[in-house]
């Protein structure tokens, strides 16, 4: 059990301790005439159900950032390389604020990464070469080329921010949360991608990750997941 969780049952337990003095106040005290018993128990279904939904955005987004294994799909491999699954949250934050679609409605395999000429840890040089490679007529077929300047990347995750009006119920609150949350996984998990090469299959909504932008070690992998 993470130690957010353990926080959350905690003031969940205060909580629910301090309706209790308060219920007990409230019928000596003839507060409570007119409240039906039903009343008390949706309000606690909704303190559980809000609770149980934060704790699974929290654990989506653990998974997304994660560089393990978790998201890889059991017996499958090619050519020794272990392709992992997009998550479901990432893939509607993608769909319900209509980016990055044109990566995912690719017939080819993306090749998503981030450049800036004025950071090197986005190598301008990088993403030439990178450019030039996929560009042969070895790889077109196979490949097409997703990259974005980081400034360009950054006006985009500022796009997203934000519920478009205020709620007025605790389901529309909930779905504009998700909805939030959703967005916030999808920018994640391109910001990660960026910092160094995936390889995205729009096919299988499956990518593979480098783990570094060397050049030579891209060229690699991209010759071997050519028919993938």
């Not at 018993?37 to 159900?49: G, M, R, T």
């Not at 950032?65 to 491999?77: D, P, Q, R």
């Not at 390889?199 to 997941?225: C, H, M, W």
């Amino acid at each position: 059990m993470n130690k957010e969780l353990k926080n959350r049952l905690k003031e969940a337990g205060n909580f629910i301790i301090c309706l209790i003095v308060l219920l007990v106040a409230g019928y000596y005290t003839g507060f409570l005439k007119g409240f039906a018993p039903e009343d008390f128990v949706d309000a606690y279904q909704n303190i559980v159900l809000k609770l149980s939904a934060k704790t699974h955005a929290s654990n989506e987004r653990t998974n997304i950032l994660s560089t393990g294994n978790s998201n890889t799909i059991k017996g499958t491999s090619y050519k020794n390389y272990r392709p992992k699954t997009i998550p479901d949250t990432v893939l509607r934050g993608v769909y319900e604020s209509n980016t990055w679609t044109n990566i995912f409605n690719s017939e080819k395999k993306a090749v998503f990464y981030l450049y800036d000429s004025s950071d090197s840890r986005y190598s301008n040089d990088f993403n030439i070469r990178m450019t030039n490679y996929l560009n042969t007529k070895d790889n077109k077929p196979y490949y097409t080329n997703f990259s974005v300047s980081l400034s360009y990347f950054k006006n985009i995750k500022a796009g997203m921010i934000g519920p478009s009006k205020i709620c007025d119920s605790f389901e529309e609150c909930n779905e504009q949360r998700m909805r939030a949350s959703d967005y916030s996984n999808m920018a994640e998990f391109f910001n990660r991608c960026g910092q160094t090469v995936c390889i995205i299959k729009p096919e299988t909504k499956q990518y593979i990750i480098l783990k570094d932008r060397n050049f030579g070690s891209a060229v690699q992998v991209l010759n071997n997941l050519r028919k993938w």
